[in-house]
T-cell receptor, first 113, second 110 residues
Framework: DGGITQSPKYLFRKEGQNVTLSCEQN?????MYWYRQDPGQGLRLIYY???????QKGDIAEGYSVSREKKESFPLTVTSAQKNPTAFYLC????????????FGPGTRLTVT | DQQVKQNSPSLSVQEGRISILNCDYT??????FLWYKKYPAEGPTFLIS?????DKNEDGRFTVFLNKSAKHLSLHIVPSQPGDSAVYFC?????????FGTGTRLTIIP
């Protein structure tokens, strides 16, 4: 059963702590993406990776970091430098070739207090 | 600078009628457009897409229209069903990146 998994569904952290969100896909997709969604706003691109061991900043990369050591995995770390970390985080993947559709995971709701 | 805009935050439509969701964009370099449907606390699911070289694409109850000169696209759902109630996002592609609109909440009234 192919798809994208994000864990956990809900995450709570204290201000000043780094936190890592997991994203795994078994679709054999080359490209992976991280977005955040805030109430009343669209999805905004944080980071993306077109291939293993390579990634690029999106539109709102400040305060975030990523790694892409394996094709299947693209974890996102929300650092203490991120001023407004509370949001709904979505991971996506795409084959990156002739298909432009991105397939999304179920999301992680991060709450920082 | 919002390059992709969905100016209607919400839309209510009677069951069985046509739902029309609109999207405007400013960047003429976008070469592919997509519509996604999203339920609360879930990831978006892909609905339908259209290349910039076409003006219409149809898939069952869903049709997307693209007017390049007006930089406008629309999603038509007919007939509308209660399960169509969700937030709909349009997205535009340039190179490998998608830019999303802010979404329109569609409510189908039984």
């Amino acid at each position: 059963d192919g798809g994208i998994t994000q864990s956990p569904k809900y995450l709570f952290r204290k201000e000043g702590q780094n936190v890592t969100l997991s994203c795994e896909q078994n679709l054999n997709h080359d490209a992976m993406y991280w977005y955040r969604q805030d109430p009343g706003q669209g999805l905004r691109l944080i980071y993306y990776s077109q291939i293993v061991n390579d990634f690029q900043k999106g539109d709102i990369a400040e305060g975030y970091s990523v790694s892409r050591e394996k094709k299947e995995s693209f974890p996102l770390t929300v650092t203490s430098a991120q001023k407004n970390p509370t949001a709904f985080y979505l991971c996506a993947s795409s084959s990156g070739h002739s298909s432009y559709e991105q397939y999304f995971g179920p999301g992680t709701r991060l709450t920082v207090t | 600078d919002q390059q992709v805009k969905q100016n209607s935050p919400s839309l209510s439509v009677q069951e069985g009628r046509i739902s029309i969701l609109n999207c405007d964009y400013t960047n003429s370099m976008f070469d592919y457009f997509l519509w996604y449907k999203k339920y609360p606390a879930e990831g978006p699911t892909f609905l339908i897409s259209i290349s910039s070289i076409k003006d219409k694409n149809e898939d069952g109850r869903f049709t997307v229209f693209l007017n390049k000169s007006a930089k406008h696209l629309s999603l038509h759902i007919v007939p509308s069903q209660p399960g169509d109630s969700a937030v709909y996002f349009c997205a535009a592609k340039r190179w490998e990146k998608l830019t999303f609109g802010t979404g329109t909440r569609l409510t189908i009234i039984p």
